[in-house]
């Protein structure tokens, strides 16, 4: 079993939708969670931290299962310009990627 | 803004010959790291180093080795390249403490023939 673990998709989802995805990890000791963005053929970008009682930024919201151990991001009122893969990371003694899910916005 | 520079985007090299990736970040980062990003696999450390003239090995670092003789600089050299290691060559840089917000430059494709 991968210690971070994604779907890779690709998610097809009409413009305006609400679409979340997940990122399972397997070792509980893990500390810390953040979602990268990836546009196609770019580098990754730091898109936001996962806080243990969930954030929110603007029409994206993170949360944390520790119990089940995974991760989601949730996107609102998708736009075409959220098309990209999102990485999952996520930290003990290292840092851990996920390889990504992708997502496509399609008008 | 943080910069990180990559001295090519893209690499043609054929097998046996040594190849240099540099990297160069702008904003006196201590660490910097190189990964190497193929379909399916994610993100996998290749080296990081969190000082000058300090490296440490990441998950995948037979067949590569580094250098930091400047805090901004951050070379991984591939000693003699097989085909094995065609790729996206990714290098990041992060604050000390902050390992986790890296900044990555914007890759170099490598193809070995």
């Known amino acids: 079993r991968k210690e971070v673990e994604q779907d890779p998709g690709p998610f097809n989802v009409p413009e305006g939708a609400t679409v979340a995805f997940n990122c399972t990890y397997s070792?509980?000791?893990?500390?810390?969670f953040f979602w990268y963005r990836q546009d196609c053929r770019k580098e990754p970008k730091l898109l936001m931290s996962?806080?243990?009682?969930?954030n929110e930024d603007g029409r994206f919201t993170a949360q944390l299962n520790r119990a089940s151990q995974y991760i989601s991001l949730l996107i609102r009122d998708s736009k075409l310009s959220d098309s990209a893969t999102y990485l999952c990371?996520?930290?003990?003694?290292?840092?851990?990627w996920g390889a990504g899910t992708k997502l496509i916005i399609k008008p | 803004d943080v910069k990180v520079t990559q001295s090519s985007r893209y690499l043609v090299k054929r097998t046996g010959e040594k190849v240099f990736l540099e990297c160069v970040q702008d904003?006196?980062?201590?660490?910097m790291f190189w990964y190497r990003q193929d379909p399916g696999l994610g993100l996998r450390l290749i080296y990081f180093?969190?000082?000058?003239?300090?490296?440490e090995k990441g998950d995948i670092p037979e067949g590569y080795s580094v250098s930091r003789e400047k805090k901004e600089r951050f070379s991984l050299i591939l000693e003699s390249a097989s085909t094995n290691q065609t790729s996206m060559y990714l290098c990041?840089?992060?604050?000390?403490?902050?390992?986790?917000?890296?900044?990555f430059g914007p890759g170099t494709r490598l193809l070995v023939l």
């Open positions: 990041a840089s992060s604050q000390q403490g902050a390992r986790e917000t890296q900044y």
């Open positions: 180093s969190y000082d000058v003239k300090m490296k």
């Open positions: 996962v806080y243990s009682s969930g």
């Open positions: 990371v996520v930290t003990s003694y290292q840092l851990i």
């Open positions: 070792n509980s000791a893990s500390q810390s």
């Open positions: 904003m006196d980062h201590e660490n």
